[in-house]
Nanobody
Framework: VQLQASGGRFGAAWGSLRLSCVVS????????MGWYRQAPGKQREYVAI???????TYAESVKGRFTISRDSGENRVHLEMNSLKPEDTAVYYC?????????WGQGTQVTVSS
């Protein structure tokens, strides 16, 4: 099982960016999918997850600004990021729970300028 993230790069404060992640490989069904991030000098933190049924939950720091969604038919998860803040700068990682294991993507850099 492989996860490939795309999108991100550079954004301005109050701007928007969109991240996408595709899951490939030996997949029967994907359960929960999500996004995490790791800022320089900090631990990786939860951003948002979405269940197989499409129910999302968000970290308080991004609630109301970020939206997670998924295309189950294409095994993709997206993160729409609005009203960006400089503190959103981090490497963003997607993950997916497949069968009985968690799998992670390689990370994609998001840098928000003030």
């Amino acid at each position: 099982v492989q996860l490939q993230a795309s999108g991100g790069r550079f954004g301005a404060a109050w701007g928007s960016l969109r991240l996408s992640c595709v899951v490939s490989g030996s997949i029967f069904s994907i359960n929960t999918m999500g996004w995490y991030r790791q800022a320089p000098g900090k631990q990786r933190e939860y951003v948002a997850i979405i269940t197989a049924g499409g129910s999302p939950t968000y970290a308080e720091s991004v609630k109301g600004r970020f939206t997670i969604s998924r295309d189950s038919g294409e095994n993709r998860v997206h993160l729409e990021m609005n009203s960006l803040k400089p503190e959103d700068t981090a490497v963003y990682y997607c993950n997916a729970y497949v069968r009985t294991n968690w799998y992670w993507g390689q990370g994609t850099q998001v840098t928000v300028s003030s």
